[in-house]
DNA sequence: GTGAAAGCGCTAACAG
DNA sequence: CTGTTAGCGCTTTCAC
């Protein structure tokens, strides 16, 4: 591996006129730049980018922090946010964390170590250590998809759940549902709050009530969404329409209700949240809350590349749109 | 941020010594270790990762280079490759080319620059432009589920696939169908001729032969498997079964034959390969090959480890057992 | 327009 | 057991 001053030795120069040379060609004399870019070709000279981003003091890596990357949803919000990185000269380090607080905090740890410049949290943790916590404020970090827990200082991209959830809701039970049934994820999510309180709100305004019996919590997987639906299939009053909170846990439950003999969306009307590819091709084909993950995983990074480079947020808490997509997993009375 | 240099002021000691306290702590004198340990408590020091790793002249990175991140059967290659990289120190940067080769060329060229150490490619392309080619020799490479084409000389972790195939078109054979119908990939790719080849095996041990209009390419995506089933519907003679080279493709055409009135496997068995996890919840749920994905990913790091250690590869060409999955879609006439 | 030299933060070789 | 020093590869003053 040839290094500048293998070049410079070459070229009959000095190592600043080579790196000048490759920089700021107009700041060296035709001649010499010519007799560089001739060593550079002879020497097959690739500049060490580690040693430049040493010196300048910033690794041009940022850490994405992801419970699971085959989940299609997270994969396509890291597929925007890689997108967004490369054009600003950015890598993704994958920081894949299984659930695993250690394996978070190692890869928190990163953004203080220098070997990432910043971090965009998918989860809902604060993702450093215990020891960490002080000097972390010093790393630049985004929270995208879900907010973290009992703290709201920090950046966030996400969807209006919220609204969302009102949205679908609203249009269960203006198609004729009467029972909706809901499949959350775990009750500490700030994002489960925020897509429950978007059901109560529609419930509310037709004067309804969310049965406790029909309120289930799963975990974002498609087995829990199966186990779920069975769950509600022992109810001696089942709901007309079941609302899952993400794709997969919906398609979980159409299993499990066609197993049992129910057919979709006849017997029972389903939803899910997030429109994952496959949603799309489900039998029936199923409704669900779009949500825009790539431009979110763009949008995240952007804010991050901001706060990398000392620009203030215009929009330190940034909410996107969904939008109702109507398959034929739900019925119109 | 504070530095070695830092602590050791604050100690009253060398650099050398704080570095020692804390790579080598049984090296420095006990109360002298007490005495650096106090000080990067007190100054909240931690080493700077990027420099440690620029005077070693080694990243701790490696380049994933993937078609695309939101693949469910790559994704979990990837996690397979991240759980193996972080036990062994390294860190993954994520690669998704989008099928550019541009892209593709630009992440390849981080293992020229030091940005990392090594290379694991899962897709067909040699990933280096033809200027970086030559240099690239000494950039360690790993090629997973895919190889390169026209070229065996980097090792390769990849499934029977011919095995896989032909077992698969066997169990199609021995249930009763006459008539088998594929949908491929690219007639590019090695795999695809792989897993022809073992079509064909089962195939002509059965005196049969591949009928050239049961012979559709798709591009491994849903909607190329709807088209594909599309394709098929249009011929005068139906087969009774198809084969279709992954599970998004099966799933794809899966919707296309119900859409055209076909029932599943009663009117027309669908097999898929991969085993993704929708595979189980499809209506119904899909005969498929299992890969061992996760598998296929750390293997694939764990060789990559060796050649970035100089060590010898027991099996440049290591070859992972499929499993056959029977599941609803295919009938048992 | 170009060269010499310092410095980024850390480790390791060499003295003491 | 500990300090001094050199050096990893590059950029960036500061002189000339």
Redesign the interface.
């Known amino acids: 591996?040839s290094t500048i001053r293998m070049v410079s030795k070459l070229a009959g120069v000095s190592t600043a006129t080579v790196s000048r040379a490759l920089k700021d060609p107009e700041l060296v004399a035709p001649e010499t730049r010519l007799k560089v870019m001739a060593a550079v070709k002879e020497s097959?000279y690739?500049?060490?980018?580690?040693?430049k981003?040493?010196s300048s003091?910033r690794?041009y890596?940022v850490v994405?922090l992801v419970p699971?990357?085959?989940?299609?949803f997270f994969?396509?919000v890291?597929?925007g946010i890689?997108?967004e990185a490369?054009a600003k000269g950015y890598?993704?380090?994958?920081g894949?964390t299984?659930g695993s607080v250690e394996?978070e905090q190692?890869?928190a740890?990163?953004g203080?170590?220098?070997?990432a410049d910043g971090l965009i949290q998918l989860d809902r943790r604060f993702p450093f250590s215990e020891e960490?916590k002080?000097?972390a404020a010093?790393v630049p970090f985004v929270n995208a998809c879900e907010r973290i827990c009992n703290d709201s200082s920090y950046p966030v991209v996400e969807l209006d759940n919220r609204g969302a959830a009102r949205a679908m809701v609203q249009y269960l039970l203006e198609t004729g549902h009467k029972s909706i049934a809901v499949i959350s994820g775990p009750a500490e999510s700030p994002i489960v709050r925020d897509r429950l309180a978007g059901m109560q709100d529609a419930l509310l305004a037709s004067g309804l009530e969310l049965a406790a019996e029909h309120l289930v919590a799963g975990d974002f997987s498609?087995p829990s969404g199966f186990a779920a639906a069975q769950q509600l299939l022992q109810l001696s009053q089942m709901p007309d329409a079941v609302f899952s909170m993400n794709d997969e846990m919906a398609?979980?439950a159409?299993?499990a209700f066609?197993a049992h003999g129910l057919r979709i969306p006849k017997d029972i009307s389903v939803a899910g949240f997030d429109n994952i590819?496959?949603s799309?091709?489900?039998?029936p084909a199923l409704t669900t809350i779009d949500q825009p993950a790539e431009a979110i995983g763009r949008q995240a990074m952007r804010a991050l590349y901001q706060l990398m480079h000392q620009q203030p947020l215009a929009q330190p808490h940034l909410v996107l749109p969904y939008q109702l997509v109507i398959r034929g997993s739900t019925r119109v009375c």
């Open positions: 591996m097959g690739r500049p060490n980018q580690l040693a981003n040493f003091g690794s890596n994405v699971n990357v085959a989940n299609p994969s396509r890291i597929r890689e997108q490369q890598a993704i380090l994958l894949d299984q394996r190692e890869y740890r990163m203080l170590t220098s070997q960490d002080a000097l010093s498609m398609i979980g159409m299993a066609k590819e496959f799309g091709y489900t039998d």
